[in-house]
C-alpha cells in the first residue's frame, strides 16, 4: 500500500495526505489518511480499492484482472490532478450505483451474484441498504444474501440474472433514496 501511495503522490506532486474529517462519524475512513488535492475538499481514499480486490482475491470470491490496481492508480493520479474540479460525468461513468458480476457455480453455495454498492450508497444510507438485504431476501428465486463487506453482497440464485439483479437493486435504492443520482 505505501508503493502505491509513492507512486501516486510522485505521479500528482500536488496531492498530499490529510486526515479526513467526514460529517459521518461512522465512516470507515473518518480521522484516517486519504490523500487529497485542491482545497481538500475531495477526499480520495487510496486505501479502498486495493483493500477489497485484496480480499476478494483471498477468499476466492473474485479474480482481479492482472492490470487492476494500474489501471486504479492512473484514474486515481487523474482525479488528483483535477484538484476539486472533478467531471460530473466522468465520476458518474467511474462509479455506477450498482454493478453486479456473476461468480459462477459453488460447489456448496450453488450459483452466486456478487452485487457491489457505491460508496456513497453504502455510507450516508446504511439502514436503506440493511432493509433492502431483508427485502431481497423474500423474493422467489432468491435463496440466500449475504453482506461480505459493507459495499459488498453475495446472493445465490439459480434463476435471477445479472442484469435483473442489478435492475431490482438500482430501482430499490432509487425508490427509496431521495435524490439519488440515477443510474
Do not use: C
Amino acid at each position: 500500500m505505501s508503493y502505491l501511495g509513492d507512486v501516486v503522490q510522485h505521479r500528482a506532486p500536488g496531492a498530499r495526505w490529510e486526515i479526513a474529517h467526514h460529517r459521518i462519524k461512522r465512516y470507515h475512513l473518518n480521522k484516517h489518511p486519504v490523500l487529497v488535492s485542491g482545497t481538500g475538499e475531495d477526499h480520495h481514499f487510496l486505501p479502498d480499492l486495493p483493500r477489497a480486490r485484496a480480499h476478494g482475491n483471498l477468499t476466492g470470491f473474485r479474480e482481479s484482472p492482472d492490470d487492476a490496481m494500474a489501471v486504479y492508480a492512473r484514474g486515481l493520479i487523474e482525479q488528483l490532478n483535477r484538484g476539486d474540479q472533478p467531471d460530473d460525468e466522468e465520476m458518474a461513468e467511474d462509479e455506477p450505483l450498482v454493478e453486479v458480476e456473476d461468480l459462477g457455480d459453488d460447489a456448496l453455495r450453488g450459483r452466486e451474484l456478487e452485487v457491489s454498492l457505491r460508496e456513497d450508497i453504502v455510507f450516508e444510507h446504511n439502514r436503506v441498504v440493511g432493509r433492502m438485504l431483508k427485502a431481497l431476501k423474500q423474493e422467489d428465486g432468491i435463496t440466500r444474501v449475504i453482506r461480505e463487506d459493507r459495499e459488498i453482497l453475495l446472493v445465490a440464485t439459480p434463476t435471477w440474472s445479472t442484469p435483473q439483479l442489478q435492475e431490482w437493486v438500482a430501482r430499490y435504492l432509487q425508490d427509496n433514496i431521495r435524490d439519488l443520482r440515477p443510474v
